[in-house]
Antibody, heavy 112, light 107 residues
Framework: QVQLKESGPGLVQPSQTLSLTCTVA????????VHWVRQPPGKGLEWMGV???????RYNSALKSRLSISKDTSKSQVFLKMNSLQTEDTATYYC??????WGQGVMVTVSS | DIQMTQSPSFLSASVGDRVTINCKAS??????LNWYQQKLGEAPKRLIY???NLQTGIPSRFSGSGSGTDYTLTISSLQPEDFATYFC?????????FGAGTKLELK
């Protein structure tokens, strides 16, 4: 059964770095791509980036300078790191496999 | 970046109504257009992929059409469980971009 689950801190201080983990089950990260998508409260969805099954990455240019996606295939985990957080980065962060299977999302609030 | 203009933003309808939601891309997206349904507190659920392919398990009252820059999601006969927010997503080119959403409300 395909599953994805995001985890990470619920609260991050402004200017700090966000670190999230997406732990997957039911498939191999060497066979499928994983995307990150975020959604500010009450707003729409923003595609952040993807890590290919090969390990390559592609980022949204609006976030590229702050964003890094990596993975540990042996642990079935994908990692998102984004630095210089601001209040507008407050959102629910989702990981998804090919746009069909999604995690439940993790809410991240940026506040001092 | 490709801009996705989704309309309407809000739609008030009754059970049994036929409704359409539109997405217009700022350039040709070659039918690489998905539709998602999202209910409060839940992750998006894919209904339609690549314009007109119904996701397994999704009722046949949902359908998609379009080409070039213009795409439509149609719900042929609204059911109570269909009241939700709907988003389109273009995955023709990076960065992938979503429409702003259509909130479908019970009249």
């Amino acid at each position: 059964q395909v599953q994805l689950k995001e985890s990470g801190p619920g609260l991050v201080q402004p200017s700090q770095t966000l670190s999230l983990t997406c732990t997957v089950a039911g498939f191999s990260l060497t066979s499928y791509n994983v995307h990150w998508v975020r959604q500010p409260p009450g707003k729409g969805l923003e595609w952040m980036g993807v890590i290919w099954n090969t390990g390559g990455t592609r980022y949204n240019s609006a976030l590229k300078s702050r964003l890094s996606i990596s993975k540990d295939t042996s642990k079935s985990q994908v990692f998102l790191k984004m630095n210089s957080l601001q209040t507008e980065d407050t959102a629910t962060y989702y990981c998804a496999r090919e746009g069909y299977y999604w995690g439940q999302g993790v809410m991240v609030t940026v506040s001092s | 970046d490709i801009q996705m203009t989704q309309s309407p933003s809000f739609l008030s309808a009754s059970v049994g109504d036929r409704v359409t939601i539109n997405c217009k891309a700022s350039q040709n997206i070659n039918k690489y257009l998905n539709w998602y349904q999202q209910k409060l507190g839940e992750a998006p659920k894919r209904l339609i992929y690549n314009t007109n392919n119904l996701q397994t398990g999704i009722p046949s009252r949902f359908s998609g059409s379009g080409s070039g820059t213009d795409y439509t999601l149609t719900i042929s006969s609204l059911q109570p469980e269909d009241f939700a927010t709907y988003f389109c997503l273009q995955h023709n080119s990076f960065p992938y971009t979503f429409g702003a959403g259509t909130k479908l409300e019970l009249k």
